[in-house]
C-alpha cells in the first residue's frame, strides 16, 4: 500500500500548487471567474467528456449499478443530514444550506485532475465522468428545490440540465460509439487539445474562487458540515459499494469522488436564493484545506476496495 505521505506529496500536493497559484493570483490581479467558469463549461469540459467516453466501453450492468449506487448514497446523506439538522435545531434556510454543502460535492474541478493523476486509463475517468453527471443532474433538481422550492420548479430545474454542453458531448460521444462513426483527425486533434486545457484552468479557477472567500473557524455548523462531507460521505460510499457489490477500480473512484470537499455551486445557489450564504463559503472553503489532509488517508484506504 502506498504511504500517506507519498500519496501527498505525489497526488495531492500537485493539485493544491494550482489551486493557491490561483488564490494569490485573484488576491494581486482580480480574475474575471465568471469567465474562466465559462471556458470550461463550454469548451474544455465539453472537449474531455467527449473524448474520454468515445474512448471508453461501459457495459449497461456497470453503468445502472454505478447510478443507483450513487442516489443510494445521495438519499443516505441526505437523511443523515435532516438528523443532524435536527439536532442542531436549525431553521429552514440553514437546513438547505446545510444539507446541500454535505450532499454535493466537487466532483468537477477538483475530482478531474485528481483521478487523471491517480489512473491513467480512460475507464476510470468514464467512472468519474458519470459521478460528476449525477451530481450535476442532482445539484440542478434537488438541489435547486432544496434551496428554494418557491422560486423555482421541477420542471425548469429539470429543463436546465439540457442547456449544458456537457449533456450534449456525452450524447454525441455515445451516438458516435453506437454508430461507429470515426472522428477526423483534425477535428479529434483539437478535441484533445482543448481537453488538456482543463486540469490547470480548473484548479485555477477554484483556487481564484476561494481568493473571494473570508475563512473563520468559530462556527460550529461548518465544522460538522465537514466532518460529514470529508469522513461520513466516503465511509457511506464504502459501504454502498460493499452492500451494492461494486469492487475495484469503480468503487475507488466512487469513494474518492465521495470524499471531495463541497461543491462550489452550493455557494452560487446560496446567493442566489438568500439560503446563509456565509456559511455555504464557509464550508467550501475550509473543506477544500482540509481535504488536503484527509484524501491521502481516503486513497490509501480504497486501495484496499
Same mark, same amino acid.
Given at each position: 500500500?502506498? *504511504?500517506?505521505?507519498?500519496? =501527498?506529496?505525489?497526488?495531492? @500536493? #500537485?493539485?493544491?500548487?494550482p489551486?493557491?497559484?490561483?488564490?494569490? @493570483?485573484?488576491?494581486k490581479f482580480?480574475?474575471?471567474?465568471?469567465?474562466?467558469?465559462?471556458?470550461q =463549461? +463550454?469548451i474544455?469540459?465539453p472537449?474531455?467528456?467527449? *473524448?474520454t467516453i468515445y474512448?471508453?466501453?461501459?457495459? %449497461?450492468?456497470? &453503468?445502472r449499478?454505478?447510478i443507483?449506487?450513487n442516489?443510494?448514497?445521495?438519499?443516505? /446523506?441526505w437523511?443523515?443530514c435532516l438528523?443532524?439538522a435536527?439536532?442542531?435545531?436549525?431553521d429552514?434556510?440553514?437546513?438547505?444550506?446545510f444539507?446541500? %454543502?454535505?450532499c =454535493?460535492?466537487?466532483?468537477?474541478? +477538483?475530482?478531474?485532475p485528481?483521478?487523471?493523476?491517480?489512473?491513467?486509463t #480512460?475507464?476510470?475517468? %468514464?467512472i468519474?465522468?458519470?459521478?460528476m453527471?449525477?451530481?450535476? /443532474?442532482? *445539484?440542478n433538481? !434537488?438541489?435547486?428545490?432544496?434551496?428554494?422550492?418557491?422560486?423555482r420548479s421541477?420542471?425548469?430545474a429539470?429543463l436546465?440540465?439540457?442547456?449544458m454542453?456537457m449533456?450534449?458531448?456525452v450524447?454525441? $460521444?455515445?451516438?458516435?460509439?453506437?454508430l461507429s462513426i470515426?472522428? #477526423?483527425?483534425?477535428?479529434?486533434?483539437?478535441?484533445?487539445?482543448?481537453a488538456?486545457?482543463?486540469?490547470?484552468?480548473?484548479l485555477?479557477?477554484?483556487?481564484a474562487?476561494?481568493?473571494?472567500?473570508?475563512? +473563520?473557524?468559530?462556527?460550529?455548523?461548518? &465544522?460538522?458540515?465537514?466532518?460529514?462531507?470529508?469522513?461520513?460521505? #466516503? /465511509?457511506?460510499?464504502?459501504?454502498?459499494?460493499?452492500?451494492?457489490?461494486?469492487?475495484?477500480?469503480?468503487a475507488?473512484?466512487?469513494?474518492?469522488?465521495?470524499?471531495?470537499?463541497? $461543491?462550489?455551486?452550493?455557494? &452560487?445557489?446560496?446567493?442566489?436564493?438568500?439560503s446563509?450564504?456565509?456559511?455555504? %463559503?464557509?464550508t467550501?472553503? /475550509?473543506?477544500?484545506?482540509?481535504?488536503?489532509?484527509?484524501?491521502?488517508? !481516503?486513497i490509501a484506504?480504497?486501495?484496499? @476496495?
Amino acid at each position: 500500500m502506498q *504511504t500517506v505521505s507519498f500519496l =501527498f506529496f505525489n497526488i495531492i @500536493l #500537485p493539485i493544491f500548487i494550482p489551486i493557491i497559484a490561483g488564490y494569490l @493570483l485573484q488576491r494581486k490581479f482580480p480574475l474575471n471567474v465568471a469567465t474562466l467558469t465559462k471556458i470550461q =463549461f +463550454y469548451i474544455f469540459i465539453p472537449a474531455l467528456l467527449f *473524448t474520454t467516453i468515445y474512448q471508453t466501453e461501459l457495459n %449497461s450492468a456497470l &453503468l445502472r449499478d454505478l447510478i443507483l449506487a450513487n442516489l443510494v448514497l445521495f438519499v443516505l /446523506l441526505w437523511a443523515v443530514c435532516l438528523i443532524c439538522a435536527r439536532l442542531m435545531k436549525l431553521d429552514a434556510g440553514k437546513r438547505s444550506a446545510f444539507i446541500n %454543502s454535505v450532499c =454535493f460535492y466537487n466532483s468537477g474541478n +477538483y475530482c478531474i485532475p485528481l483521478i487523471q493523476l491517480m489512473y491513467h486509463t #480512460p475507464f476510470a475517468f %468514464s467512472i468519474q465522468i458519470i459521478v460528476m453527471l449525477i451530481q450535476q /443532474l442532482l *445539484t440542478n433538481t !434537488v438541489g435547486v428545490m432544496n434551496t428554494s422550492s418557491a422560486n423555482r420548479s421541477w420542471k425548469g430545474a429539470l429543463l436546465e440540465n439540457f442547456r449544458m454542453p456537457m449533456t450534449y458531448a456525452v450524447l454525441i $460521444a455515445l451516438l458516435c460509439r453506437w454508430l461507429s462513426i470515426d472522428v #477526423p483527425k483534425p477535428l479529434w486533434t483539437s478535441f484533445e487539445l482543448m481537453a488538456q486545457g482543463l486540469v490547470p484552468t480548473a484548479l485555477i479557477t477554484l483556487g481564484a474562487q476561494l481568493a473571494s472567500t473570508h475563512l +473563520y473557524l468559530r462556527n460550529f455548523r461548518v &465544522l460538522v458540515s465537514n466532518a460529514m462531507r470529508l469522513l461520513v460521505g #466516503p /465511509l457511506l460510499a464504502a459501504a454502498v459499494c460493499w452492500m451494492w457489490g461494486i469492487s475495484g477500480v469503480v468503487a475507488q473512484v466512487m469513494v474518492i469522488c465521495a470524499a471531495a470537499p463541497s $461543491a462550489v455551486n452550493t455557494v &452560487l445557489l446560496a446567493i442566489e436564493y438568500r439560503s446563509d450564504p456565509e456559511f455555504a %463559503s464557509q464550508t467550501v472553503f /475550509l473543506s477544500t484545506l482540509l481535504s488536503a489532509l484527509t484524501m491521502p488517508v !481516503v486513497i490509501a484506504l480504497v486501495q484496499y @476496495l
